[in-house]
């Protein structure tokens, strides 16, 4: 994998990889390579930089995933069918995958922080160190980026995943 020697972020114009401490040849040269540099570099612990706020993602994440989706659910299907309309069920499942992913987007900003973390120049600590240090350099809106794309993203993937589960439980129990 090789970067290109300018590197455009959003909103920040070009800027030099040398200045953002990346050298213009990767580190890794594929998954397996990935992994096993991480291994000698780190030990098991590299490969889990970023679980602990993983998990605080993860589980708010998927309870605001669930719990929206059964309650559309309820509310789009009122006279209580064994089973919702296709287009209920599609709906449903947009909204909660969009809800869920808007409300998971600030851990999940402090876990891609932490994994990208660089090895020999870490930045944070831990996790209250990295939501304390992104608060105080970039503001409160640093936790909200990408939450938009996420919405957007979230409905059509979780309309379809709910949809897949819906009718795949639908023809099991036909059985």
């Known amino acids: 994998c090789v970067f290109p020697e300018n590197f455009n972020l959003a ?27 991480v291994l000698q570099n780190e030990g098991i612990q590299g490969l889990y930089r970023g679980a602990g706020a993983m998990i605080l993602r993860d589980v708010p994440g998927y309870t605001l995933y669930f719990v929206p989706y059964t309650l559309f659910c309820n509310w789009l299907n009122p006279d209580g069918n064994a089973s919702p309309h296709p ?44 939501i304390m240090q992104s608060y105080k350099t970039e503001g409160i809106h640093v936790f909200f980026r990408g939450a938009t794309v996420n919405a957007i993203r979230g409905f059509p993937m979780c309309a379809t995943m709910f949809l897949g589960y819906e009718l795949s439980l639908k023809f099991i129990r036909s059985f």
């Open 11 to 37: 909103g920040n114009g070009s800027v030099p990889l040398r200045s953002m401490g990346i050298q213009s040849q990767s580190l890794c040269r594929g998954p397996l390579h990935c992994i096993s540099t």
């Open 87 to 130: 287009c209920c069920i599609w709906l449903a499942g947009g909204l909660a995958g969009s809800i869920s992913w808007v409300t998971a987007t600030p851990a999940d900003v402090v876990k891609s922080r932490l994994q990208a973390d660089a090895m020999q120049h870490r930045k944070y600590k831990g996790i209250l160190h990295c």
